[in-house]
């Protein structure tokens, strides 16, 4: 009885010291947004279909990934803005069929395209 009770205290150290390592490898800074596009629209120089894409930035960094179904469409620069408060949701702000700002939620930054 003494030793189950030694090797289940074991397994929950071994699992308590491992929770942060797990944690840092989901924080890895990526932030990323689901954009469901209904006609023609640009980022940047890239012109999309209509479908579902996911858009990423890397904290730092200063471009936009375009995946759709997980495949990676292209790259565009972007830079970092101040948000004034955290947004509840993401949100991907367009004017006339051109994406000029992506927000992502619960981060107090966006990034507005180039």
């Known amino acids: 009885m003494r030793i189950r009770a030694t090797r289940t205290f074991a397994a929950l150290a071994v699992l308590l010291l491992a929770a942060p390592v797990f944690a840092a490898k989901n ?3 990526t932030n990323s947004a689901t954009y469901d596009v209904h ?4 980022i940047g120089q890239i012109q999309l279909k ?24 292209g790259k565009v620069p972007c830079h970092w803005i101040q948000l004034p408060a955290k947004p509840p949701t993401s949100q991907v702000l367009s004017d006339q069929g051109k994406v000029t700002q992506v927000s992502f939620k619960g981060n107090l930054q966006a990034v507005q395209l180039d």
């Open 27 to 29: 924080a890895s800074g």
């Open 39 to 42: 006609e023609p629209t640009t």
């Open 50 to 73: 209509p479908g579902q894409y996911s858009l990423e930035a890397v904290d730092g960094q200063n471009e936009l990934s375009i995946l759709q179904h997980g495949k990676m469409i």
